[in-house]
């Protein structure tokens, strides 16, 4: 069964870190760019981080840049994002996508989402 399954989400207070974890099963992650996303309550889904294949090039929203760090393990089968200095309008659920161009198709699956709650 093909699934991913994102874990490490909370309660942190501003200032705090936490570190989200994403695990694939029933596929390898090694062939897939992998996305972190996030959907505040009443906002649209807007991406976090991004990390590629092969040499694992990285990009980030512009508000999370020097505060988030995406890495990927291939040999765990897991991508994660370190967040540190998180603020409230970090306050989410956080998604894990992962994508890849086969057969002249996208081909992407999701994560179930983890809450992340920035407050005092």
């Known amino acids: 069964q093909v699934q991913l399954v994102e874990s490490g989400g909370g309660l942190v207070q501003p200032g705090g870190s936490l570190r989200l974890s994403c695990t694939a099963s029933?596929?390898?992650?090694?062939?897939?760019?992998i996305g972190w996303f996030r959907q505040a309550p009443g906002k649209e889904r807007e991406g976090v981080a991004v990390?590629?294949?092969?040499?694992?090039?990285?990009r980030y929203e512009e508000s999370v840049k020097g505060r988030f760090t995406i890495s990927r393990d291939n040999a765990k089968n897991m991508v994660s994002l370190e967040m540190t200095s998180l603020k409230p309008e970090d306050t989410a659920v956080y998604y894990c996508?992962?994508?890849?161009?086969?057969?002249?198709?996208?081909?992407?699956?999701w994560g179930q989402g983890t809450q992340v709650t920035v407050s005092s």
């Open positions: 029933g596929f390898t992650l090694d062939y897939y760019a």
């Open positions: 990390i590629s294949t092969g040499e694992g090039t990285t």
């Open positions: 996508n992962a994508a890849r161009w086969r057969d002249g198709k996208w081909i992407d699956y």
